[in-house]
């Protein structure tokens, strides 16, 4: 095993997979896997901190490929963003097979460390270092990733309130070839040694998400029959620590299974031997592992339905749904492109959602390649060609307070005083105070035969959390089933566009603005470039010159400092 320290704040660990690193088919072990990932994120984590961490939590875990026997692991993890006590740490995995020099992605991941002070020295993180354009990305979508994470048990529950709605399902599962849960349950005892745990000796958090990936692949074969294969993993969350002496208690059980795939549920229960003999058991951690298998041909087999017998075996089998539901919209959100946009509004996606709103702008805003295509008094205005996608940049000198710039421009009902592409903007949804639901309905486009356009978007903003940060409003079209296209107008779409707004002083900023034209745009665009620039002028002055006007007045003033 080796490890270094890589330019740029990557920890690399490479790993030839050796056959006691692997299963019965040749493959890396999962549970290794998951070793191998923490303790180099750990190091990572510690770099950065100058002392010791643990684990608190990993997200969503997807596997991608398998590595066989011979070819070689490299794992690279570095600090993405510290806050205050934690981090958050990006995992990059890689195989690649040495005889065709063939190196493929294993796994995205990102986990959250915390540090561990001796004592009751209190320690308050220093901020990362960014040295790149992809540190400065990563930076600043771990802030989103961050919501994400505090979100996802609200999105849950209302998931599960959904699903009960209708009353008690206790009583439902009649199928007659459905197999007991109770049957897949499994329990297994594990005593933590010195080897498993660090020199303060708490336990790894690999180790245990390795135990945990065992007695779970046990429990989904006892369903299947065949030898599981991990997939993904949803969220191990690490609750309290563990360590060394510790009997841990884990109980898996298989949740629910949908065609192809299973998900077992995982309890890790800890115990001294004071606590182990009075029977008063330490909940340490909680996780989702999500199986499926196959056959000699590598064809996915089917995997038979369950029946719950407990309340609590209805709950989790509900759960399990809403989990899948969750999984498929972050799935779908990450894979979305500019051709094949998933703009679906759906309770399992508004974090989703509004992540890759977020993430869409800053990506954007951080390419390379703009172009001056005309400058005029306090405005600027680049183009940036990528294929055949066009976007737009216009740089705007405001003589305003960046927080009050911010407090106008995010809320849209003031758009129609300085666009005139606007006739109508009202809320439709305020999903929370930071993301809302807009519909809006523009003039045709100065082309004959062309009718009047409306817009279902999706307004995100964010304040920043450092001095440096912009604030940022993003826009996006959303589909929603309550508002469908009519025929008084052409459903038209925003794939990206917002502002960010930088501060200058106490009263003045920078406004940038920022549209990904869409192709039915790109015709007119082409054949009447002048014209749209100076139209482009036009709306910009007058955005300055709204920002300044409503800026300088004390009503405003006073709504922006309870913003």
Request: aromatic letters at 8%.
């Amino acid at each position: 095993m080796e490890r270094s320290e890589a330019a740029g704040g990557w920890v690399p660990m490479c790993q030839r997979v050796l056959p006691a690193h692997a299963n019965h088919r040749g493959e890396l072990s999962a549970g290794q896997l998951l070793k191998w990932m923490d303790a180099t994120a750990c190091l990572a984590a510690e770099k950065h901190a100058g002392v010791s961490c643990v684990t608190a939590s990993m997200d969503d875990i997807q596997f991608e490929e398998a590595a066989r026997v011979g070819q070689v692991i490299t794992i690279k993890a570095k600090v993405n963003r510290a806050f205050k006590t934690s981090m958050e740490v990006g995992i990059n995995v890689t195989v690649q097979d040495i005889l065709t020099n063939v190196e493929k992605i294993v796994s995205v991941a990102y986990a959250t460390y915390v540090v561990k002070p001796v004592g009751a020295e209190k320690i308050e993180l220093e901020p990362v270092k960014l040295l790149s354009a992809e540190d400065h990305l990563e930076h600043a979508l771990a802030t989103e990733r961050k919501r994400i994470r505090l979100g996802y048990q609200e999105v849950f529950q209302n998931l599960m309130q959904e699903s009960n709605k209708d009353g008690d399902y206790y009583d439902t599962f009649e199928e007659e070839d459905a197999i007991s849960a109770d049957l897949t349950h499994v329990q297994s005892i594990e005593l933590v040694q010195p080897p498993h745990a660090n020199h303060h000796g708490n336990t790894f958090g690999g180790q245990i998400m390795a135990w945990m990936e065992t007695v779970a692949n046990i429990s989904a074969s006892r369903l299947c029959h065949s030898y599981p294969i991990l997939k993904s993993v949803n969220m191990f969350k690490f609750w309290g620590p563990s360590v060394v002496g510790d009997r841990l208690v884990f109980n898996a059980v298989v949740n629910n299974t949908f065609q192809n795939s299973v998900e077992v549920g995982v309890r890790v229960e800890a115990y001294n031997c004071e606590e182990w003999i009075k029977n008063q058991a330490r909940h340490i951690n909680s996780a989702f592992l999500i199986f499926n298998s196959v056959n000699d041909k590598g064809e996915l087999l089917t995997f038979p339905k369950i029946r719950p017998v407990t309340k609590d075996g209805v709950r989790r089998y509900h759960g399990a749904i809403a989990r899948k539901r969750i999984r498929l919209a972050r799935k779908y959100m990450l894979s979305a492109t500019e051709d094949k946009p998933y703009d679906l509004w759906e309770k399992s996606n508004q974090a989703y959602m509004s992540y890759s709103n977020i993430a869409t702008l800053t990506y954007l805003a951080a390419k390379t390649g703009w172009k001056v295509t005309s400058t005029l008094n306090n405005i600027k205005i680049w183009t940036h060609e990528d294929g055949d996608v066009l976007s737009l940049k216009v740089e705007m000198q405001v003589k305003t307070a960046s927080h009050v710039a911010f407090s106008l421009l995010s809320d849209f009902t003031y758009r129609q005083q300085w666009d005139k592409h606007f006739l109508t903007c009202e809320v439709i949804h305020a999903v929370s105070e930071d993301d809302k639901i807009y519909y809006i309905t523009s003039p045709p486009p100065p082309i004959t035969g062309h009718q009047a356009r409306d817009f279902v978007i999706l307004v995100s903003r964010r304040q920043p959390l450092e001095p440096s940060e912009p604030y940022i409003v993003a826009v996006k079209s959303v589909t929603l089933t309550s508002v469908p296209p009519s025929s008084e107008h052409c459903r038209s779409e925003i794939l990206c566009a917002g502002f960010q707004i930088y501060s200058d002083s106490s009263s003045s900023c920078r406004v940038y603005y920022f549209n990904q034209m869409t192709s039915t745009l790109m015709p007119y665009l082409a054949a009447n470039l002048t014209g749209s620039l100076n139209s482009i002028e036009d709306t910009a002055l007058k955005c300055i010159k709204f920002l300044e006007l409503k800026g300088s007045s004390a009503e405003v003033n006073r709504v922006v400092k309870r913003v």
